[in-house]
């Protein structure tokens, strides 16, 4: 326990010197000084436990879902949306957390990751794998009693799906890794669908389909500038493995085979014109970007396609609300 610690526990300790003898009260000066020594400590220990549930991989996870919610057929009370929303959002952050566990001895080697929480020192291991227990049971419980059984089983799919098949045995042996492992990113809109549908559908299979096409490329690109990490932990990832123009090869093709995939929700009657067209420009934005990557050798290119293709998912997700509330006008 540290100084500061302590002196939350036990009162404020401060050395007897001849401006305050024992006995006489601390200035009030002091008193301030420690409270805020105390409050930084502890605004920075709630930095580092939220920092373990990987804000920014929850904020697109949880928008995901929220789409799935809002385009399924169907209404639901929005105070249980709202919580079906906040749990995938729970669910998400324990998995982080758990992949954060399992993975501090290589990301104690790798710059990327170097600064998170337990290789940093700042969580200790066994802390933040109870936080991600603790939080997957809490989210999948509450969602099955809370929302339905069926919204519960496909949190706890995803949850398992990304600790145990992805972290734990595709990562570290095969460099279709984030192909296979992919998966566990694309279940949050079929958790938001059924939270509202109790089933699942086409409607909800085309919302799958397109995160599930869209994590390779969008992976890769971070690969190909992160890639002398990967190698220097031994991570399979694909430019290690087969080299860099392999992967600019696969960049391509899945961004190719992504196109088409975006259009499912049109063929499945869940989307019209509005959406169709915005889906026709990121597709030829993002295979621009995966063009001027294979002509490239920087770090600049990929990471401005690896960027680009986060806006890209959110902006086609953005498309399928705002069509649909058209579609509700007309």
């Given at each position: 326990?540290t100084g ?7 009162g ?5 010197d ?10 009030v000066?002091a008193l ?7 409050g930084a400590?502890a605004?920075?220990?709630a930095?580092d436990y939220a920092l373990?549930l ?6 697109l996870?949880?928008f995901?879902?929220?789409?799935g919610?809002v385009?399924a057929?169907?209404?639901i009370d ?5 919580l079906a929303v906040?749990?995938i959002a729970?669910g998400a952050?324990a998995?982080?957390?758990?992949n954060?566990?399992?993975?501090r001895d290589i990301?104690?080697?790798?710059k990327?990751?170097m600064?998170r929480p ?5 969580v200790?291991?066994p ?6 227990i ?10 099955s009693?809370?929302?339905?059984a069926?919204?519960g089983v496909?949190?706890a799919v995803?949850i398992?799906?990304y ?5 734990m045995?595709l990562?570290r042996?095969?460099?279709?890794n984030i192909?296979?492992?992919g998966a566990?990113g694309?279940?949050p809109?079929?958790i938001?669908?059924a939270a509202?549908?109790g089933?699942i559908d ?6 799958f389909m397109?995160?599930f096409?869209?994590?390779?490329p969008?992976f ?5 500038f992160?890639s ?6 031994g ?8 080299g ?7 960049i391509?093709a ?6 088409p995939v ?8 869940l989307?019209?014109?509005?959406y ?5 420009v ?5 295979l621009r ?5 294979w002509h490239?050798?920087d ?7 690896f ?5 890209y998912?959110?902006?086609i997700?953005l498309l399928?609300m705002?069509d649909?509330g058209?579609?509700a006008l007309?």
């Amino acid at each position: 326990m540290t100084g500061e610690s302590a002196s939350v526990a036990t009162g404020p300790i401060h050395p007897v010197d001849d401006q305050h003898p024992a006995g006489d009260t601390p200035p009030v000066a002091a008193l301030a000084a420690d409270a805020e020594v105390v409050g930084a400590i502890a605004h920075a220990r709630a930095k580092d436990y939220a920092l373990l549930l990987k804000p920014r991989v929850m904020s697109l996870v949880v928008f995901t879902g929220l789409v799935g919610l809002v385009m399924a057929p169907g209404s639901i009370d929005p105070v249980t949306g709202l919580l079906a929303v906040l749990l995938i959002a729970i669910g998400a952050g324990a998995s982080g957390a758990i992949n954060m566990w399992y993975d501090r001895d290589i990301d104690a080697h790798m710059k990327r990751t170097m600064n998170r929480p337990i290789p940093a020192g700042r969580v200790s291991p066994p802390l933040a794998l109870a936080l991600g227990i603790g939080l997957s049971v809490v989210s999948v419980v509450a969602m099955s009693l809370a929302v339905n059984a069926l919204s519960g089983v496909l949190l706890a799919v995803t949850i398992a799906y990304y600790v145990f098949i992805y972290t734990m045995w595709l990562k570290r042996r095969t460099p279709q890794n984030i192909v296979i492992g992919g998966a566990a990113g694309a279940f949050p809109p079929m958790i938001g669908w059924a939270a509202v549908t109790g089933g699942i559908d086409m409607g909800a299979v085309a919302l799958f389909m397109i995160i599930f096409m869209w994590t390779p490329p969008h992976f890769w690109a971070l690969a190909l500038f992160t890639s002398g990490d990967y190698e220097k932990v031994g991570v399979p990832m694909m430019p290690v493995v087969a080299g860099v123009r392999a992967t600019k090869v696969q960049i391509i093709a899945y961004s190719l085979l992504l196109a088409p995939v975006t259009f499912l929700p049109v063929m499945v009657g869940l989307s019209g014109w509005l959406y169709a067209a915005g889906a026709l420009v990121l597709n030829g934005m993002l295979l621009r970007h995966a063009v001027k990557v294979w002509h490239a050798e920087d770090a600049k290119t990929y990471k401005a396609m690896f960027l680009f293709s986060i806006l890209y998912l959110f902006v086609i997700f953005l498309l399928l609300m705002a069509d649909k509330g058209l579609m509700a006008l007309m």
